[in-house]
């Protein structure tokens, strides 16, 4: 019986016969083999394979850190303590620390066990997380990063407050929230173990106090401050919903959190920020003795400080300029703007300066706006009213789980090269403490600014712009001295700093152009820069900077608002997408786009669901029942976990979904194993569904056809790749072959189907590998399920 299909593979001759030995780095128990004469039947949906072996815990002690790490900012204990399946270093297990595969209920809601092991990964870390703030290399961008995140989390914050103030009858103001502010960036760089992690005022706080003032203000007669008594009691339950959340480690099922539900979350936030900006702009024209002039200065100043931020901040990424120079000019765009636009405002004499602008209301230094004390009298109220704030504090709680964790998650991405590890669970609870003193000070609760969380670590990278071709070199070198086990290390310098002379020499003889680009070298990871920010938001309730911020025009916050949420809607994933499903694909440049792989109608049915998901979010924002807008976003999780893969293949959710936390310091505190959440080095990710390393897909959809009756291939195409090197499939523009495949059904371990690839070339080969042939072995399984005999995963040789 033979089966013929289409493929297209490298150049080279070779035979790779693949052992069904299923041992791990000798570490996971071998796979029993199919009985004598047993046929595999070809998957024909998504495969699942089972959960890797957990690398035993070694000593949980740190070895002591290189000068060399010092230099670059690495925190101690970063000796390698074992491999993840994918190759990488995982991150060390201690004692008693499950990963998430080995877990049982009741260990995995064992009281205060996730805030324990936070706090044992950190301790290592304490002394460095300290010291380096004073490493000379790590000073410039210290400073860079203390300057532009003051004014980035300060300018929201009191572009928020505008609103607020406006919408709450004065009950929270500008001290309050710089009060506010400061807590949570003093309370968070000191005591929380990620401190990468940036906390402030959110403009969705911002909406839950205003509704709730209608609510209990318009509707119930309430005064302001009966109604800080009631927020107070909000807060005081949803800091115990934190506490609750954090001691029983249900911070753990943010690993099960994708893209599709940030990236609707986000788009959410972008488009209420827009809105707001919009509100503040109405606002201006009446009443008097504001007017059209008032109104339609304050448009041009928020336009214009919109567009100028926004692409003066974008230099920083085109080629433009010496790299140090347009890095520079990146950072302090948006203070620059700030300060640019308000003096703008303010000349000439005898043109804007007469049109009536609404600036920045202040009052007394360290007094709260209403004329009462710092401290909320939340017992002065009737009994019913505060069991009323368990629900509004638990859909505090929903909002805060989600956007908090987000934005730590998104503070530590891959694309930082961040070493210390994250803390959700004993940061959670910190939220809480956070929460619970704002609500018996009065203040707008602060949370995680998703936002200005991946800015903050973005500040303290360290950017370098290299060679390319030298980088290159340098892996090539690596490479060969791994090969070339035989060579001594002194012959092999040499002959490498030989080589690189004569290149050196052959590259300036020909004057040849070298092509760069720009790495994240670190990041400069200390506590110090985040303390700096939260004391000068608290000095900024000082009279002298008090005075300063009052010259601001409101149109300038209103600018804040525009192109905070423009940034976050245009780099969107739903923008992308959306744009996606109108593009003609013939004329896209980047042949590598992985949504030229999936149907414009798959595209269309996932860019709908979140499309979904935010009007119902948006609309459910305009009404009195605002406050319930976490429930739809939280919704969103368990729907992308048990109904989304259902209409989705693997590949199409690699192509279009990627995990929100897929970083190894994250995943350390969630339950480690990061390939059952990215899918790298195993067949598809358990918690997201993606696929994995081991995924290929057949080009013309038709799946393996067998011969033999009662054997179908699988509708969806989807193969399993079963060699570490890539094999190129049909359709490829490296060329085009086919394969000839014989079943060798009676195979002792296990049904096997022997390849004979050949290049399309004829017969023969030459030098180019036209015509080449070679002989690989590819099982197409789908074993047996059930709870006694779960599919295990292969290692293939």
Known sequence: MTRSRTLSIGSSTREASISRNTQQQGSQPSRQPFEHGQRQRPIRSRQATSDPPHLEPTDSSFSSQSAHDQESGLGRGQADHGHSLDGHRAYPHFPGDKPWSQRGWLYQFKPFRGMYYDLVRRKPFLRSDWSFSFIPSNLYTIVSSVVRMYFINLMPAIAYVLDMNYRTGGSYGVNEVILASALAAIVFSVFSVQPLTFVGV???????????????????????????????????????????????????????????????????????????????????????????????????????????????????????????????????????????????????????????????????????????????????????????GAPLGFLITLLFYFDHNVSSVMAQARNFPVRTPAGFHWDFFLLGVTTLVSGLLGLPAPNGLVPQAPVHTESLSVYKQVDVVADEEKGGEYHRRKGDETSSQGQMGKKVKSEKGEEEKERRKKK??????????????????????????????????????????????????????????????????????????????????????VRRSKIALYVGIQWIFFAMTMAISQTIAAIGFPVIIILLIPFRYYLVPRWFSPLELKALDAPTADADVVLASLGH?????????????????????????????????????????????????????????????????????????????????????????????????????????????????????????????
Request: glycine share 10%.
């Open 202 to 388: 959110t403009g969705l706080i911002n909406l839950v106090n205003y509704t709730q003032y209608d609510i209990f203000v318009n509707r119930y007669g309430f005064d302001n401050l009966s109604y800080l008594r009631v927020q107070a009691w909000s807060l005081i339950w949803s800091a115990a919903f934190h506490f609750v959340i954090a001691i029983f480690n249900i911070c753990d099922y943010t690993r099960f959190i994708t893209d599709i539900t940030t990236q609707t979350f986000g788009f959410y936030v972008g488009v209420v920020y827009i809105q707001k900006g919009i509100e503040l702009l109405l606002e201006e024209f009446e009443p008097l003795p504001l007017d059209n002039a008032t109104g339609w200065l304050s448009v041009t100043i928020a336009i214009l400080f919109t567009v100028s931020v926004y692409f003066v901040s974008r230099v920083g990424d085109t080629s433009y300029l010496p790299f140090k120079l347009r890095k520079a000019i990146s950072s302090y765009a948006f203070a620059a703007g700030c300060i640019f636009w308000t003096g703008f405002s303010h000349f000439p004499d005898y043109s804007l300066r007469r049109v009536p602008i609404e600036r920045l209301p202040i009052t007394k230094s360290f007094f709260p706006t209403l004329e009462r004390s710092w401290f909320v009298d939340f017992w002065n109220i009737e009994l019913k009213y505060v069991f009323v």
């Open 673 to 797: 194993e990061t390939h059952r959440v990215t899918g790298r080095g195993v067949e598809i990710a358990l918690d997201t569904g993606i696929a994995g390393d081991l995924y290929c897909k057949v080009e013309d959809g038709e799946g393996v056809e067998e011969e033999e009756e009662g054997m179908k291939g699988p509708k969806d195409g989807w193969l399993r790749k079963r060699e570490d090197e890539s094999v190129i499939l049909a359709g490829d523009k490296r060329g085009g072959g086919n394969i000839a495949e014989t079943s060798h059904a009676g195979s002792s371990s296990g049904a096997q189907d022997e390849k004979r690839i050949d290049d399309g070339g004829g017969g023969g080969s030459d030098k180019k590998g036209k015509g080449a042939t070679r002989t690989v072995a590819i099982v197409v399984e789908n074993p047996p399920r059930g709870p006694g005999n779960p599919p295990d995963p292969v290692q293939w040789r």
């Open 512 to 597: 040849e152009r070298v092509k760069q680009h720009v790495v994240n070298v670190r990041v400069a990871e200390q506590r110090f820069s985040h303390l700096l920010v939260g004391l000068l938001t608290l000095g900024t309730m000082t009279r002298p900077l008090l005075v300063v911020l009052g010259p601001m025009p409101r149109a300038v916050f209103a600018g804040v608002f525009i192109l905070v949420g423009w940034d976050s809607v245009g780099s969107n994933g739903i923008t992308a997408r959306t744009l996606a499903i109108f593009q003609d694909r013939r004329m896209v440049s980047d042949e590598q786009d992985p949504l030229l792989s």
